[in-house]
């Protein structure tokens, strides 16, 4: 049903927009509202990383459609479908987060205008957030998808892999672990969110029988077995706790890189196992 580039849409856009939230919370939350340069560094990573991934979440939505024809039928009308509300949200989205760039990199973030954007991507970001999730979850004719807890799985996941860009473009730029012990105790935190909501998800999908069912064992035992456990409960959990773990006994900074890369990598292995285990499933229609 869905291409490579449509689940690293999913990924890129849920990723951008977690990072988008992250940055904007860290700046409020120190900001001195009208000081000139008052943007963390951290913020500023985060709205720069932001920026980037949208972009790229843009061209993997355009590659998918194919062609210039869907494309323009896509942004005709946002109310069309949920596609075309998410293709409008991810074009809002991405224009105010390349404005707030670009007055990062002009030194304007002491304006009014500057907080105004802040502000309004953090309602946009949070749309596409929860866009990702219910643009699977509306499709009733796969029970796998067709439930409340993918989209709160998913909100979850775009905080946790936000949280982990940040922190790894900051060591990244950086160069050292400095500052960075609140945003990796908050992403050990969204970490956790995303495993119970994993779970949860996981489990209603199994007690829900038939096909949502079978979707489970394929994940569980069968043909994504390997990229299940592998991919997403060890890299994407496991790996990033050992991390923070061992950070705390030998204080190794890269630590925290790897941890955060793992968050990362853990949260593509994470569409590709929602989107690959799905399954049809059989729709009854009652003629009169």
Same mark, same amino acid.
């Given at each position: 049903?869905?291409?490579?580039?449509?689940? &690293?849409?999913?990924?890129?856009?849920?990723?951008?927009?977690?990072?988008?939230?992250? !940055?904007?919370?860290?700046?409020?939350? $120190?900001?001195?509202?009208?000081?000139?340069?008052?943007?963390?560094?951290? /913020?500023?990573?985060?709205?720069?990383?932001?920026?980037?991934?949208?972009?790229?979440?843009?061209?993997?939505?355009?590659? #998918?459609?194919?062609?210039?024809? #869907?494309?323009? +039928?896509?942004?005709?009308?946002?109310? *069309?479908?949920?596609?075309? %509300?998410?293709? &409008? @949200?991810? =074009?809002?989205?991405?224009?105010?987060?390349?404005?707030?760039?670009? @007055?990062?990199?002009?030194?304007?973030?002491?304006?009014?205008?500057?907080?105004?954007?802040?502000?309004?991507?953090?309602?946009?970001?949070?749309?596409?957030? =929860?866009? =990702?999730?219910?643009?699977?979850?509306?499709?009733?004719?796969? #029970?796998?998808?067709? =439930?409340? &807890?993918?989209?709160?799985?998913? %909100?979850?996941?775009?905080?946790?892999?936000?949280?982990?860009?940040?922190?790894?473009? /900051?060591?990244?730029?950086? $160069?050292?672990? *400095?500052?960075?012990?609140?945003?990796?105790?908050?992403?050990? !935190?969204? *970490?956790?969110?995303?495993?119970?909501?994993?779970?949860?998800?996981?489990? /209603?999908? &199994?007690?829900?029988?038939?096909?949502?069912?079978? /979707?489970?064992?394929?994940?569980?035992?069968? #043909?994504?077995?390997?990229?299940?456990?592998?991919?997403?409960?060890?890299?994407?959990?496991?790996?990033?706790?050992?991390?923070?773990?061992?950070?705390?006994?030998?204080?190794?900074?890269?630590?925290?890189? !790897?941890?955060?890369?793992?968050?990362?990598?853990?949260?593509?292995?994470? *569409? +590709?196992?929602?989107?690959?285990?799905?399954?049809?499933?059989?729709?009854?229609?009652?003629?009169?």
């Amino acid at each position: 049903m869905f291409s490579d580039f449509a689940i &690293w849409y999913l990924f890129l856009a849920g990723t951008a927009a977690g990072a988008f939230l992250w !940055a904007a919370a860290i700046d409020i939350r $120190g900001a001195h509202v009208l000081a000139r340069n008052s943007v963390p560094f951290r /913020s500023r990573a985060g709205f720069h990383g932001c920026t980037v991934l949208l972009a790229f979440a843009a061209l993997m939505l355009f590659l #998918d459609l194919g062609n210039s024809y #869907d494309i323009l +039928y896509l942004f005709e009308n946002p109310l *069309r479908s949920v596609m075309s %509300v998410g293709a &409008w @949200l991810l =074009t809002l989205c991405l224009a105010v987060s390349v404005a707030v760039s670009v @007055l990062l990199l002009l030194g304007r973030s002491a304006t009014v205008l500057f907080r105004v954007l802040e502000l309004a991507g953090l309602v946009l970001c949070a749309g596409v957030m =929860t866009y =990702t999730g219910v643009l699977l979850s509306s499709m009733v004719s796969i #029970d796998f998808w067709n =439930t409340s &807890w993918l989209v709160l799985l998913f %909100v979850a996941s775009a905080v946790s892999c936000g949280a982990a860009l940040v922190e790894a473009l /900051s060591f990244v730029l950086v $160069g050292s672990s *400095r500052g960075l012990r609140d945003l990796a105790c908050a992403a050990g !935190a969204s *970490r956790a969110v995303e495993f119970a909501a994993l779970a949860v998800f996981l489990l /209603s999908r &199994w007690f829900a029988g038939g096909a949502a069912q079978s /979707s489970c064992a394929t994940l569980f035992a069968g #043909d994504l077995a390997g990229l299940f456990w592998g991919g997403l409960v060890l890299c994407g959990f496991a790996a990033p706790l050992a991390c923070d773990m061992a950070n705390r006994l030998v204080r190794v900074p890269v630590l925290r890189l !790897a941890g955060a890369v793992s968050t990362l990598a853990g949260g593509v292995c994470l *569409r +590709y196992c929602v989107v690959l285990a799905a399954a049809y499933s059989a729709i009854t229609v009652n003629v009169t």
